[in-house]
């Protein structure tokens, strides 16, 4: 596991409980569970990347500012977080990117919720799946949802993962009573 992949894991480790005990707080909007999680990173990614942009009055030449950004548009997409490479300049290709983290949220145990907007990120993670991470909110607790569900959920999870080629430690469902990677 690299070092980004070992700062996602650890961060998802670390909020689980939060979002165990506030599973609202991250599931009403999903910006609610971006801002939750972007914010979790930035304790852990603190090294910068610089801009210069002459459109700013008076110009920004090498400002630094943190190298993690929230709802970044780059090229064609939006993501929902992404983290550029430390010390880029003037990031503009994916080249420049270390990690994007593509966030859905859900509740009950209707099974579209893996089978609705949550497959349009799917394609992009698909594209970009060497830096690709799928972060799945939802407010259940797994183990008291039905064995239909479950199995159901398992079944189509994994098959997303082989379908999109997830790379390990890339893909996570977090459930308030557990985390499936």
Do not use: C
Not at 60 to 73: A, E, F, H
Not at 90 to 111: F, H, S
Not at 125 to 134: A, H, P
Not at 157 to 171: D, P, R, T, V
């Amino acid at each position: 596991m690299n070092n980004i992949e070992n700062i996602i894991k650890t961060t998802v480790d670390s909020i689980h409980k939060d979002f165990s005990e506030n599973p609202y707080d991250y599931v009403s909007y999903e910006i609610e569970a971006q801002v939750k999680l972007y914010n979790a990173l930035k304790e852990h990614i603190t090294d910068k990347m610089y801009i210069t942009n002459e459109w700013f009055i008076p110009p920004l030449v090498n400002q630094s500012t943190s190298r993690i950004r929230l709802g970044y548009k780059l090229l064609n997409y939006i993501h929902d977080i992404i983290i550029f490479k430390p010390n880029v300049h003037n990031p503009t290709k994916y080249d420049d990117v270390e990690a994007l983290i593509e966030i859905k949220i859900g509740y009950g145990d209707d099974k579209k919720l893996l089978t609705g907007p949550a497959t349009k990120d799917f394609s992009i993670l698909r594209e970009y799946n060497e830096i690709g991470y799928f972060i799945f909110f939802i407010a259940n607790e797994f183990d008291k949802t039905s064995k239909n569900f479950q199995d159901f959920f398992i079944r189509t999870f994994e098959s997303y993962k082989k379908e999109y080629n997830f790379k390990s430690n890339h893909a996570f469902v977090i459930f308030r009573d557990k985390i499936i990677q």
